[in-house]
């Protein structure tokens, strides 16, 4: 059963910080892990899908990793901004997409 | 095409009412999928669709709520006598049929049951 774990829970950093938000994964046969933002009370944002065949997707400042073997995926945020605050989510495949709890950032100016 | 939209986007509603919500995916997409979010938690899967067959269901899917996607294209979620744990945000989410691909999200369904 896949189970999908974020550190950490919540991020405070000051705008113009390098990030790095961490996911693990229980079931490393895995075809693809994909990255989501939430804004409050919306709906999910697909930022990025890594494929089992890729190490790295990048879009724009953001850049996203994945190691199946360790059972992990970092997302990277260069130069974040407060624009940025938000929950990131991670989703790895099992029976359907398994979510995280999330990584709450906020992003101050 | 404008994404999945789901209506309504707010339901208040009675406890032991029953209620239905509307997922219409991205035309294109065969697969739908329902997830129920609680405050401070990832999105939980509840059921998908592939094209109209209902495939799959999670134990969180009580015998109250059932689902539907007639004909493959819209989905209904509806969740009959509705308990105070039901209130919740209901995603849909839809994607391509091969393995699970890119999921794509709506807005949600935001319930409280009073």
């Known amino acids: 059963k896949q189970e999908v774990t974020q550190i950490p829970a919540a991020l405070s950093v000051p705008e113009g910080e390098n990030l790095v938000l961490n996911c693990s994964f229980t079931d490393s046969a895995i075809y693809n892990l994909q990255w989501f933002r939430q804004d409050p009370g919306k709906g999910l944002t697909s930022l990025l899908l890594?494929?089992?065949?890729?190490r790295e997707q990048t879009s724009g400042r953001l850049n996203a990793s994945l190691d199946k073997s360790s059972g992990r995926s970092t997302l990277y945020i260069a130069a974040s901004q407060p624009g940025d605050s938000a929950t990131y989510l991670c989703a790895a495949p099992g029976t359907a997409l398994i979510f995280g709890k999330g990584t709450t950032l906020s992003v101050s100016s | 095409d404008t994404g999945v939209s789901q209506d309504p986007r707010h339901k208040i509603t009675k406890r032991g009412q029953n209620v239905t919500f509307r997922c219409d995916p991205i035309?294109?997409?065969?697969?739908l999928y329902w997830y129920r979010q609680t405050l401070g938690q990832g999105p939980e899967f509840l059921t998908y669709?592939?094209?109209?067959?209902?495939?799959?269901k999670s134990r969180l899917l009580s015998d109250r709520f059932s689902a539907e996607r007639p004909k493959g294209s819209f989905s209904t979620l509806e969740i009959q006598r509705t308990e105070q744990g039901d209130s919740a945000m209901y995603l849909c989410?839809?994607?391509?049929?091969f393995g699970i691909g890119e999921l794509f999200f709506g807005e949600g369904s935001r319930l409280t049951v009073l």
């Open positions: 669709f592939q094209n109209e067959a209902q495939l799959e």
């Open positions: 035309s294109e997409h065969n697969r």
């Open positions: 989410a839809s994607s391509f049929e």
């Open positions: 890594i494929q089992s065949s890729q």
